[in-house]
């Protein structure tokens, strides 16, 4: 009875009470009830860094699906099991004139960055010069530690031809996915590719039309070893960029790999040529050579994970974290030392379910109250440097970039982990609040799949202004 008096007297005595902690927490509540009517499950916690208490909830304790905010917990538990200066080891490896490429599952090999495949594959080429090799007899690429399929079982496999969707791998150059300039050309588009570095001709496809109202469209696949153009491209159009996914991430490694060595000198017999499988006898006829390894760190693929919500480096660092925990370099093997990870440090309820890394599958079941619990043992750790500075900042760059544009002062004050999916929209992070307090919120919204989430960014924003006006 009393709880629904307060229900119709506060909103009446909130004007006299200021803006202090309890009218904020009525206009969080408001808010949230604004987001139920409008159709959205709505779970919110809030919690005061430094005195460690909840200061606000609502579904706390119901499950939801988490979108991308499931990358928090991949990261949290990569952060504690692994170590942010744990490194991905990439090997290159020479036996009887045979290139032996050793993976390392390594998802930082992107173009313009400090790890360029071109330019890590000109090192490589001058550290076989420095040695006297110049021939190479073929090139060699390992298996690995990955077991089982390349992407998770529950993901959507009519989307598989989606970036969002990339393949994992022990060999990855560019997240799986390339960047290719179509233009105009005679009878059939051109195509230069930009990243990778591929020297690889694709078939025709894209054909050429002169007709101004007729509607054209044109991509590029990429499988079956090689690449292929596909639809209609205008003479009148100027240049324009496209980006696909790497269906054989291993292939499109070895094609970049082979096409640097040649402009750097090295001389490599003709793909599919006679290369003898790896056997035992070999060891003794030749040792195996260290020619040149490659190193990343976990902390660099944080940013792509948080920021830019990168689907491909979340799902190839569970894979990785399987691998070194547990043995196993399978989606499974990493769900399962994610959920070890985190019910080491919080309570996990029953309900909670792990199904990939990304929080693209929609079998994934978070709580509001464990994904802040996890922050929380973050930020108290000596990981809360490098997982603060990942995630996105409101209005500046990665998912939050185009965010918080109505609220500017709140969006200089936030940094949060965006989460997006039909009918799914989320947002958590860390917020300053003017009075200088350091809140963590999660707020996780679900609606029925196929029904729009139009709205929801917005109602996000206005709640975490609120928790900004809190004292």
Known sequence: MYRGLFRFVFPVLAPLLGTGLVSQSATLSRLVAESERSGFRTGVVVLDAG????????????????????????????????????????????????????????????????HDPARVFAKLAKELRRRGVTRLRGVRRLQGFFTGPERPASWPKDQFDRVYCAPTGGLVLDAASFTARIRAGAGSARIEFLAPPVAVIPKPGIKMTSKRKKRYSYWISQGGGGFRGHGEFSTRAAPVEVRGVVQQPGWVFEQVLRA????????????????????????????????????????????????????????????????????????????????????????????????????????????????????????????????????????????????????????????????????????????????????????????????????????????????????
């Open 51 to 114: 005195s460690g208490k909840l200061t606000f909830l609502h579904r706390s304790k119901e499950t939801f699906i988490p979108a991308s905010n499931q990358k928090i917990l991949t990261v949290a538990a990569a952060l504690w099991g692994l170590g942010a200066e744990f490194r991905f080891r990439t090997t290159f490896k020479l036996r009887n004139g045979v290139l032996e490429v050793h993976p390392g599952g390594d998802p930082n090999w992107i173009t313009g960055s400090s």
């Open 260 to 471: 640097v060595l040649a402009r750097q000198g090295i001389k490599i017999a003709a793909a599919g040529a006679n290369v003898p499988p790896l056997v035992r006898t070999e060891s003794a006829s030749e040792p195996l050579v260290d020619v040149y390894v490659h190193l990343s760190t976990l902390g660099e693929a944080l940013g792509p994970i948080l920021r830019d919500s990168s689907n491909f480096h979340a799902e190839q660092l569970l894979r990785v974290l399987g691998t070194r925990r547990l043995g196993e370099g399978s989606f499974s093997g990493g769900c399962k030392v994610v959920r070890a990870q985190l019910a080491s440090r919080v309570d996990l309820p029953a309900g909670l379910k792990i199904a990939d890394g990304s929080g693209l599958s929609r079998l994934n079941r978070l709580t509001p109250r464990v994904v802040v619990r996890v922050m929380q043992k973050l930020l108290a750790g000596p990981h809360a440097g490098v997982f603060e500075q990942s995630l996105a900042r409101g209005g500046v760059d990665g998912t939050l970039k185009h965010r918080f544009g109505k609220l500017p002062a709140v969006g200089k004050a936030v940094r949060a982990k965006t989460g997006t999916i039909n009918g799914v929209k989320c947002l958590s992070g860390i917020l300053r609040s003017k009075s200088g307090r350091t809140r963590l919120f999660c707020i996780l919204m679900n609606r029925r799949k196929g029904i729009s989430t139009k709205g929801a960014a917005a109602l996000q924003e206005r709640m975490v202004q609120a928790i900004h006006r809190t004292r």
